[in-house]
Each structure stands twice: as C-alpha cells, then as structure tokens.
C-alpha cells in the first residue's frame, strides 16, 4: 500500500509560482510512474502531467505545457511540480497519483492517490 501526501498548495495571484511535494511512503516508489491531476468545483478529474519510474520521460497536458514542470527524485520518494505563470483557471484542488503501469494520461489506471492540495489562483 503506497501512501502518499501533497504539500505546497495556497493562494496566489495571477502570474505567480508555486511548487507542490508528494511524498510516498513506499520503498519502491522509484517503480512507480507518478501523475498529477487536478480536479475544479463541478467538473471532471482532469490529467495535468506525468512523470515515468526513471523520470527519464514526462508527460504535461496541453493547458499547461510550457508552465508546470513535473520531476522526481526518487532519493526521497518524492514528485515535485513547479508551476509558473499560473492562471486563475488553474484553480483546483490538485492530487498526485501512482501508477505500476505506463498509462501515464489514465485517471483510472493510477492505484494510488494523495489527499489532495487546494491551489487557488486569484486574478
């Protein structure tokens, strides 16, 4: 059983940065492909970026390639994703997920998730 907890969300105004941490607290977390997802009042879990076990490929959904950046450091069981140049249509509340198998764009392939972390982006 993986068990991970999303840190770094908060308030911040349109344009700014923030840097959200999921750490894991399995020992073979570095088996694992790790996604964000994030999900706004009234609407679908939606896919934000992906990451493979290595952290050699990564994945970003087209709202938000060129802005989030997803990494790894598999030292510390932990997935990071710095998103810059936020927007107020960012807003949700934002989970980080494990995965055994590369379907890295999948809500449903992802066995495990976080709690989740409420980003809110004010304009």
């Known amino acids: 059983q993986v068990q991970l907890v999303e840190s770094g969300g908060g308030l911040v105004q349109a344009g700014g940065s923030l840097r959200l941490s999921c750490t894991a607290s399995?020992?073979?977390?570095?088996?694992?492909?790790m996604g964000w997802f994030r999900q706004a009042p009234g609407k679908e879990r939606e896919f934000v970026a992906a990451?493979?076990?290595?952290?050699?490929?990564?994945y970003a959904a087209d709202s938000v390639k060129g802005r989030f950046t997803i990494s790894r450091d598999n030292a510390k069981n932990t997935v990071y994703l710095q998103m810059n140049s936020l927007k107020p249509e960012d807003t949700a509340i934002y989970y980080c997920?494990?995965?055994?198998?590369?379907?890295?764009?999948?809500?449903?392939?992802?066995?495990?998730w976080g709690q989740g972390t409420q980003v809110t982006v004010s304009s």
């Open positions: 997920a494990a995965s055994s198998v590369p379907e890295y764009y999948d809500v449903d392939e992802y066995e495990y």
């Open positions: 990451i493979s076990w290595s952290g050699g490929s990564t």
């Open positions: 399995e020992r073979t977390f570095s088996s694992y492909a």
